[in-house]
């Protein structure tokens, strides 16, 4: 399968299961919900005073000085609970990981309750998996450290101009993040690994992902930044409209409240098309079809393969079953 | 300081003028910049020197023609030698600003420090030094009048066999070989071929008669003033002609003090320039082979008298070149306008744009200035950032307070940084926008009053040291900046307040006029400040520079209570903090419906506001009252008091209080609890609310992006 093709079709499952597309987006407002009412108390305080006329149409640096001077332990504590709220919401992303994954591999439509069985029934595996990720990167972001960024500073003190300069530290932060964003490809796959071929052992799927990932490069990784260049495109047409919007009045202010909704649905749609699309490409590649995910943990039976697939097909897979 | 007085009269020696005539006689008859000499001229060098680039080393030699300015006789000599501060890392210089303390007193091992890497480091050493043309080499010793680090050598003393006449001119003579240090701060080399020339010769140090400066004027005789180089604070010295000769590789572009008179190749690939500069206290001068040049001219609208502006730029900065050249431009408009005709008194100005990462960014020597730009900042922001501009008035702007009225930054930094922070301030909001003169971008802005207050009011130690504290003594924890650059600057935008613009405008122009090409004190500020303001601000002076006041005004509480519900227990309690808004209509149960506000309207409140002044320092503010029906009171408050409490019995409320409206007053360190309003601005806090509920929800989006 093509890489577009592959990503067509994570379109249309995205679309099947557009109600996943809801609860994520549900989820997110509630957790953010939690932080707004003390940000808005936060809010109110310079809102009583005349500075606040210096944000109405923009956001004066001078006079938000005097704000963040006054109420520095508040935005402190807000920062504080922020991280703790991402933090939670981060383990409640690595549950629902798993719904979302076997829901996109499977051709039947999605109920609440079969999806969050799913969550739960890869939650572990998944949350193994971000650990080994996290070895991963931060193992990269080591290296770069130990290695990469000295040499790139000794390039830099040779070079004659800040031009120069700057293309030597952004070519070092464009390939970390290159690299990085590869690592989370790879461990995409070792997820999709997970749930299609029911893996238990996190290192072998992540093996398997990279393995996956190695066979097939063009594709996979063609695959992996159109999403990309979706996603950067999607954040570019946001922030030239939002920066138009100046929402100084109630119209203008629901327009923006419109639109930023927009986007973060936009946002959890890109996830969610990362994840289909290559779990079309794998399902396509490996010749295999997925029926619906079975209530318990099934053997290879769970595999079938596709009518008109050579039987030495899937032949080379027989250990990512089980 | 330690201080060497001087001695009586003795005989004049014999002069031995032929080095200088040999030498420089050829340039400077042809070249002269003023029909009168501007300013006293006490010390005047013809120096010879030449570097070699590739061993980093310059050598030469400095004749010196010192004019005694006393009636004493002078029986020794100070010199700074400044490069010796880049000499290791036990230099006062390196020890004040650059090692970690800690590190030092443990005497731990070098660590990833830059500073404490072998490589780099450079020193001054005289190897002859003849002072009317006896022999003086042996007599030289290190001298550390500041600090007693007995290894720091960036001072020198000579003591005398035969004591210099008064009004006398001593002809001074020294050989000496310089290893340049790599650039890190101010001068040095960087990445082989570039080179920020200051402090690059022994400098004598300012002999202060009896009624100069800080010297009583019955004192039995004046005294050396000779600090050694510190983290902070920056220089002082004499005024004087220079004629300087530079021998070095021909493929290097060069920018001095003063004006190149004269290039000429030598034949075995180095070349020769010979420099003349009249009036300055300082001579700089930068080589780099990579340089690119514009030149440009800036006429007076007034006089016709021209400027020649040149500035050397680094390859890629073809959009900051723009920025220089225009802001060099505006700021000679502004300061003629300003200061009178002729405030920038010389012909030329060298603009430069030094290497990236060489740290000789955003420093100002005589008619030579280096700026800072950054190649990705001007691509991406394009004028949304001003960065480059704010540098280059600002380090245009020490040339009149700095170049000019020559204070002792190591004494009174302020004097120069505080009054030039208050220049770019003013210049800034003049050329790009009184809310937008640093930052205007996206729909973020940002004025030069940001960068003045950010670090003095955030600041927890802004009252643990005053302006008129010695700058060098308190650099290394901070204050030292905040008292020189950030809160002088805030006095002074506070002063243009008190007394209007037309009566500040006239301070400066008359402290400009009176002090140019002398050294004041901060005394003789004050004294043009109250002579010309008519009216005696030393109540205001000394809280700002003497002690450590600092001032904060605010609105404590506005309290309505209708008239036959009065309670004078609410009035107590309002005095307490944070600010609170107290409005029996509202306890009630009255919705603010149009009905209900017409209703409130036409009802009799008791209404008090209380102002509070929360800082020591005591300044007259003005206050501001609204009421419900529109009507706006102001008043000024002489704001003694600790607690200022205003009532009104009138129909309607108060619906808004402050004090300092416009924000006239930057000194006053949290702006917040100026106003008070008993209603939101709803714009605001929705807006913010929307806002900051989308940041949460893309936060938790990237949390959630390796789930």
Known sequence: MLSWKALKTGTSRIWL?????????????????????????????????????????????????????????????????????????????????????????????????????????????????????????????????????????????????????????????????????????????????????????????????LAFVLRRPVRTVTLFFMNLGLLCAMFAVYLLIENR??????????????????????????????????????????????????????PEESIRRRPGVAAGAVSHQPSAIG | MHVIKGSRPSASPTCLMLPWILVFAPATAQNTMFEEPLSERVANYDIDVTLNDEAKRLHGTVYLNWNNPSDDRVGELFFHLYTNAFRNVKSTFVREGIIDRADWETGEPPSENPWRKDNGWGGMNVTKMTVN?????????????????????????????????????????????????????????????????????????????????????????????????????????????YNVRITLPEKYIVGTTGLIVEESLNGDGT??????????????????????????????????????IRLLYQPGHELAADKYIDATQRSLDYVENWLGAGAYPYPNVTVVDPRSGSGAGGMEYPTLFTGGAFWWMDRLFGEGSRITEMVTIHEFMHQIWYGVVASNEFEEAWLDEGL???????????????????????????????????????????????????????????????????????????????????????????????????????????????????????????????QTCSLDYAVAAIVNVPIDELDEGILTDALTLPPKVEDEGDEDGDDSDEGDEEAEGEEIHKSTVVFRRAGDMIFPMETLVEFSDGEILRDTWDGR??????????????????????????????????????????????KYTVKGFFWMQSLLQFFSLPG
Request: neutral net charge.
């Open chain 2, 420 to 546: 030039t922070s208050y220049s770019d301030f003013r210049f800034g909001q003049a050329f790009y926008g009184e809310r937008t003169s640093w930052v205007n971008w996206w729909g973020l802005t940002a004025s030069g009053l940001l960068s003045a207050r950010a670090s003095y009011t955030t600041s927890r130690s802004r009252s643990d040291g005053a302006i008129a504290d010695p700058s060098f003594s308190h650099w290394r924890s901070g204050i030292g900046y905040k008292m020189s650059y950030l809160k002088s600057n805030l006095m002074l935008m506070t002063l243009e307040h008190l007394l209007g613009r037309e009566r500040f405008d006239n301070i400066m122009r008359t402290y400009y006029q009176r002090w140019k090409f002398r050294h004041p004190t901060r005394q003789d500020f004050v004294d043009v400040a109250n002579e010309v303001a008519g009216e005696n601000l030393d109540w205001f002076f000394d809280q700002l520079i003497e």
């Open chain 2, 641 to 686: 008091d600790r607690v200022r409490k205003v009532t009104f019995t009138r129909k309607g409320k108060v619906v808004r209080a402050a004090i300092d409206p416009e924000h006239h007053v930057p000194l006053d360190i949290n702006r917040l609890n100026n106003s008070l309003r008993i209603e939101e601005n709803d714009t605001v806090t929705n």
């Open chain 1, 17 to 209: 299961h557009k109600r996943i597309l809801v609860w994520l987006y549900l989820i997110n407002v509630l957790f953010a919900a939690v932080l707004v009412l003390p940000f808005r108390n936060l809010v109110s305080e310079i809102s009583k005073t005349d500075l606040s006329d210096d944000f109405v149409t923009g956001f004066h640096l001078d006079a938000f000085l005097d704000f963040w001077v006054e109420y520095m332990d508040s935005f402190q504590a807000l920062g504080l609970a922020a991280v703790v709220l991402g933090g939670l919401y981060l383990l409640v992303s690595i549950l629902l990981t798993g719904g979302i994954v076997a829901t996109l591999a499977d051709a039947s439509r999605v109920t609440l309750r079969r999806f969050f069985t799913n969550a739960g029934r890869y939650f572990w595996r998944f949350l193994r998996v971000f650990v080994v990720m996290a070895i991963v990167i931060g193992g990269l972001l080591a290296a770069n450290a130990q290695w990469v960024k000295p040499y790139v500073d000794s390039q830099k003190e040779l070079v004659t101009t800040d031009r120069e300069s700057f293309y030597w530290s952004a070519g070092n932060v464009g390939v970390v993040l290159l690299v990085a964003s590869l690592v989370l490809m790879v461990f995409d796959y070792a997820k999709i690994r997970t749930v299609v071929e029911r893996r238990r052992s996190v290192f072998f799927a992540s093996l398997r992902g």
């Open chain 2, 133 to 241: 043309g006896q022999d003086v080499t042996e007599r030289i010793v290190f001298a550390q009048p500041d600090d007693n680090n007995t290894d720091d050598r960036s001072v020198i003393y000579v003591p005398l066999s035969t004591a210099i006449a008064p009004r006398a001119t001593a002809r001074i003579e020294i050989t000496y070989e310089m290893q340049i240090p790599q650039c890190k701060v101010r001068m040095g080399w960087w990445q082989d071929d570039f080179f920020m020339m200051a402090h690059w010769f022994p400098k004598i140090g300012v002999y202060e008669p009896p009624g100069m400066r800080l010297v009583p004027a019955d004192a039995p005789s004046g005294r050396w003033n000779c600090h050694q180089f510190h983290a902070g604070t920056e220089f002082y010295s004499n005024f004087g002609e």
């Open chain 1, 245 to 298: 919007i100046t929402a100084s009045t109630l119209p203008m202010l629901i327009a923006l409240f419109l639109l930023q909704q927009v986007f973060i649905l936009g946002r959890i749609w890109m996830k969610l098309s990362f994840f289909s699309s290559q779990v079309a490409l794998f399902q396509d590649a490996m010749a295999v079809e997925v029926v619906p995910v079975p209530q318990t943990p099934a």
């Open chain 2, 271 to 308: 070349k020769t320039l010979v420099a003349h500069a009249e009036d300055v206290h300082e001579f700089a001068w930068v080589a780099d082979a990579q340089f690119l040049e514009v030149r440009d001219i800036w006429r007076s609208k007034t006089t016709q008298r021209t400027v020649d």
